[in-house]
């Protein structure tokens, strides 16, 4: 993969290029948000100066945006984009550090990515849900269809994924520590909202999602949400039945 930043207001991912038949895309990662309250994709981190640095070596190379809340006096957020070598998958680790000498009642975060079909509107969507792993494969009915579960309970595995042209699969994986809501609607990759609860002076709130932009089905995806979710000791949820069709 290559990526495309923006290193201005809203410091955000921009194209994937996959490397293989060197097709780009346009992929907006759109601006996080710090809450609680949450304002929205245009809330403060689409308009405040981030300090930016770049960290790599043969083996992988990271983006760091870094910024200091003004709506949440003292809190500092990390954002780390990583990609490795040869790798379709990109991690995006977030860090609130607490600098105050106060502590914040309730502190939350919020990732927002952009719609699915910029790339296009042929494909099918998995969503592994209670009931099972729902199909997606009429995407004017999902573009309607904007009921969804929002509870994180209510999913049963921290993915979703899309599969589209020419054997091509896109698709989000989140740690679930501290996922509070799942949302997800019309076509778009899940914004994924955490919640922290209070934070006291000092410490320290991590969160991590991790994009994939390459070949492969819905199976291989939920093969690769095992390997890292697992790997990194966060207790396996037992595997849903077959896919089920939404018509």
Request: a positive charge; aromatic letters at 12%.
């Amino acid at each position: 993969l290559r990526l495309e930043f923006k290193l201005d207001p809203p410091y955000s991912l921009v194209w994937l290029t996959d490397k293989r038949d060197n097709k780009r895309y346009p992929f907006n990662m759109l601006s996080p948000d710090l809450g609680t309250p949450f304002e929205g994709w245009l809330g403060e981190f689409s308009r405040i100066e981030q300090e930016v640095k770049l960290s790599q070596d043969v083996n992988k190379a990271s983006l760091i945006f870094t910024a200091l809340s003004k709506k949440k006096e003292g809190i500092e957020i990390q954002r780390t984009f990583t990609l490795q070598a040869n790798s379709s998958l990109i991690e995006v680790h977030v860090k609130l550090d607490n600098l105050s000498n106060k502590a914040h009642k309730e502190i939350g975060w919020k990732t927002y990515v952009d719609r699915w079909e910029k790339f296009t509107f042929e494909g099918k969507n998995y969503l592994p849900l209670k009931e099972g792993i729902l199909t997606v494969e009429d995407t004017l009915t999902f573009y309607r269809a904007q009921h969804f579960p929002k509870e994180a309970k209510d999913w049963s595995e921290s993915w979703m994924c899309f599969e589209f042209a020419s054997s091509k699969l896109c698709g989000l994986i989140w740690d679930p520590e501290n996922v509070h809501k799942v949302h997800a609607t019309m076509l778009h990759i899940p914004s994924i909202e955490f919640n922290f609860g209070e934070m006291k002076p000092g410490q320290i709130k991590e969160a991590k999602t991790y994009l994939y932009f390459g070949r492969g089905s819905w199976t291989d995806f939920r093969k690769l949400w095992k390997e890292i979710i697992v790997r990194e000791n966060i207790a396996p949820i037992v595997a849903t039945r077959s896919p089920v069709k939404l018509q």
